[in-house]
C-alpha cells in the first residue's frame, strides 16, 4: 500500500474545469466512503477548494482514483485526464507539505489554505476514511506547515484573496468610503473579506445567505444588515460591490438579475468578485457594459509584485520542506519493517524457550547447573548463528563480500 496525490489546481486546470470537479461540503462523507472501498483505496482523504480538487489516499493503483473521480461528477475521463497530476509515495509528501504551508497557492503564503487541509483531516476522520498512514501524514503536515510559517517569511506583505478583493473594489471606484458593499454567503472566505472591507469604512454592509442566524452571528461584527439570498433580486441595484462565496450547485446571481439591476442603477458601474468554485455569479453577466466581474483566477494578477521579495522565504520553506519528507518517509520505512521485526523477536523467543526447556531436562538428569547453563549458552547462540553464517556461504562473488558488510553492519561488529 502506497501514499498518492491525484487532483488538479490553478496550475493545470481553468475555472470552467475545477468548477465541475468541486466537492460541495455535504457530498463529502458519502464521496469518501465510495472512494474508500477497502480494495483498490484503503485510506482516503478529499480536499476540494476554489483553487484546487485533490485525492490524498493509501493504495495500489493511482488510476483507480482517477477513474472514480470522473465517475463520481458524471464526466468522460477524457476531459478531465489532462489537466490531472498524481504523485506518487515521496512527491506525494512533499505536495501535501507545500500545499498546507501555501507553497503551492495561487496567494503565495494564504493561510487559508491550512485551516482547509485541516477541515479535510477532519471530514474523513468523521467519514472514518482516516487510516494509520494518513493521520500520521497530517499530522506530520500541520507541523511543517506551522514550521515554515513561524521560521520563514513566507508570509510578509501577503496579498490576501480578501485583500485582492478590495483592491479591485479601489481600481474602479478610487474610494471605499462612499461605496455599498453586498457579500453572498457567511463562510471562511466571507468573514476575511468582509473584515477587509470593513477596515476601508464602506458606507453599507449587507450580508446575504440561506440561513439568516448565521448571517447575522457575521453581521454583528460589521455593522451590517442581513437577508435571505431569496431577496438579493429585489435589492442588487443597492450596491456597488457585491462579494460572493457560497456552495451553491447553480448559479445565484444570473444575466437577467444583473441587467435589470444595471438598468435601475442608470448604468453606475458595479465590481462583482465570484470566489466560489461551481460560479455563483453567471460568467455572462462579465459581458455587460457597467459590470466589473472577477472570478478567483483573475485575482491572480495583483499578487505578482510581491513575489520577489519573498523568494528567500521560499528557498527556506523548500528546505525545511525537503527535510520532513525525508523524516516521513523514514517512519514509514521503520513502519514497514514491524512485522520482519515482529517475526524476528518471535523466532528469537522460540529459540530461547525450546533451549531452556532442553537445559532443564539436562539439569534435572545430571544436577550440574553449570553444565546446564553451558549448554543453554551454546544452543542458543548456535542456532541464532546458524542463519546468518548460512547466508554468509551461500553468498559467490561480488555477493560474498556484500553480505559480509552486511552482516557486520547488522551486529555491528568491529573491521578488523
Known amino acids: 500500500m502506497q501514499l498518492f496525490a491525484l487532483g488538479l489546481n490553478h496550475h493545470t486546470a481553468p475555472l470552467a474545469i475545477r468548477e465541475r470537479v468541486?466537492?460541495?461540503?455535504?457530498?463529502?462523507?458519502?464521496?469518501?466512503?465510495?472512494?474508500?472501498?477497502?480494495?483498490?483505496?484503503?485510506?482516503?482523504?478529499?480536499?476540494?477548494?476554489?483553487?484546487?480538487?485533490?485525492?490524498?489516499?493509501?493504495?495500489?493503483?493511482?488510476?483507480?482514483?482517477?477513474?472514480?473521480?470522473?465517475?463520481?461528477?458524471?464526466?468522460?475521463?477524457?476531459?478531465?485526464?489532462?489537466?490531472?497530476?498524481?504523485?506518487?509515495?515521496?512527491?506525494?509528501?512533499?505536495?501535501?507539505?507545500?500545499?498546507?504551508?501555501?507553497?503551492?497557492?495561487?496567494?503565495?503564503?494564504?493561510?487559508?489554505?491550512?485551516?482547509?487541509?485541516?477541515?479535510?483531516?477532519?471530514?474523513?476522520?468523521?467519514?472514518?476514511?482516516?487510516?494509520?498512514l494518513l493521520h500520521r501524514l497530517f499530522q506530520s503536515t500541520f507541523a511543517v506547515a506551522k514550521e515554515v510559517r513561524s521560521t520563514t517569511a513566507i508570509g510578509a506583505n501577503i496579498v490576501s484573496m480578501a485583500a485582492a478583493a478590495v483592491?479591485?473594489?479601489?481600481?474602479?471606484?478610487?474610494?471605499?468610503?462612499?461605496?455599498?458593499?453586498?457579500?453572498?454567503?457567511?463562510?471562511?472566505?466571507?468573514?476575511?473579506?468582509?473584515?477587509?472591507?470593513?477596515?476601508?469604512?464602506?458606507?453599507?454592509?449587507a450580508i446575504a445567505n440561506r440561513t439568516e442566524a448565521r448571517a447575522q452571528g457575521l453581521a454583528g461584527r460589521f455593522n451590517a444588515r442581513t437577508m435571505r439570498i431569496e431577496a438579493i433580486a429585489g435589492v442588487l441595484p443597492e450596491f456597488d460591490v457585491v462579494v460572493s462565496c457560497t456552495a451553491?450547485?447553480?448559479?445565484?446571481?444570473?444575466?437577467?438579475?444583473?441587467?435589470?439591476?444595471?438598468?435601475?442603477?442608470?448604468?453606475?458601474?458595479?465590481?462583482?468578485v465570484d470566489l466560489a468554485v461551481p460560479r455563483d455569479i453567471e460568467a455572462e453577466v462579465g459581458a455587460l457594459d457597467d459590470v466589473f466581474l472577477y472570478t478567483v483566477d483573475d485575482l491572480a494578477q495583483l499578487v505578482e509584485a510581491g513575489l520577489?521579495?519573498?523568494?528567500?522565504?521560499?528557498?527556506?520553506?523548500?528546505?525545511?520542506?525537503?527535510?520532513?519528507?525525508s523524516n516521513f518517509l523514514h517512519w514509514?520505512?521503520?513502519?514497514?519493517?514491524?512485522?520482519?521485526?515482529?517475526?524476528?523477536?518471535?523466532y528469537a523467543e522460540s529459540v530461547r524457550e525450546a533451549e531452556l526447556e532442553r537445559a532443564l531436562k539436562l539439569l534435572v538428569r545430571s544436577n550440574d547447573p553449570a553444565k546446564a547453563l553451558e549448554a543453554?549458552?551454546?544452543?542458543?547462540t548456535n542456532k541464532l548463528m546458524h542463519g546468518p553464517t548460512r547466508f554468509l556461504n551461500q553468498a559467490e562473488g561480488e555477493c560474498h563480500a556484500e553480505a559480509g558488510e552486511l552482516i557486520r553492519r547488522l551486529f555491528d561488529l568491529p573491521d578488523s
Open 22 to 132: 468541486a466537492f460541495g461540503p455535504g457530498c463529502l462523507p458519502h464521496a469518501l466512503a465510495e472512494l474508500a472501498d477497502g480494495q483498490t483505496v484503503c485510506e482516503a482523504a478529499i480536499l476540494s477548494t476554489c483553487n484546487r480538487t485533490e485525492l490524498y489516499f493509501a493504495g495500489n493503483e493511482p488510476q483507480c482514483a482517477a477513474d472514480w473521480l470522473a465517475r463520481y461528477h458524471r464526466l468522460p475521463l477524457g476531459e478531465i485526464s489532462p489537466y490531472l497530476y498524481s504523485h506518487p509515495e515521496r512527491e506525494a509528501v512533499r505536495h501535501v507539505f507545500r500545499v498546507a504551508s501555501g507553497l503551492d497557492s495561487m496567494v503565495l503564503g494564504e493561510p487559508q489554505i491550512l485551516g482547509q487541509v485541516k477541515e479535510a483531516a477532519r471530514q474523513a476522520e468523521e467519514a472514518g476514511t482516516l487510516g494509520v
Open 167 to 205: 483592491r479591485l473594489a479601489e481600481r474602479i471606484f478610487g474610494k471605499i468610503d462612499d461605496l455599498s458593499v453586498l457579500f453572498i454567503g457567511a463562510g471562511e472566505m466571507i468573514e476575511l473579506c468582509a473584515a477587509h472591507f470593513a477596515g476601508a469604512k464602506p458606507r453599507a454592509i
Open 248 to 272: 451553491s450547485p447553480l448559479p445565484i446571481v444570473g444575466l437577467g438579475m444583473a441587467e435589470r439591476a444595471v438598468r435601475v442603477r442608470r448604468h453606475r458601474p458595479m465590481v462583482m
Open 308 to 325: 520577489e521579495s519573498r523568494q528567500q522565504a521560499v528557498i527556506e520553506a523548500e528546505g525545511i520542506i525537503d527535510a520532513q519528507v
Open 332 to 346: 514509514c520505512q521503520s513502519r514497514d519493517a514491524v512485522p520482519v521485526i515482529r517475526t524476528l523477536r518471535q
Open 376 to 380: 543453554l549458552s551454546h544452543g542458543i
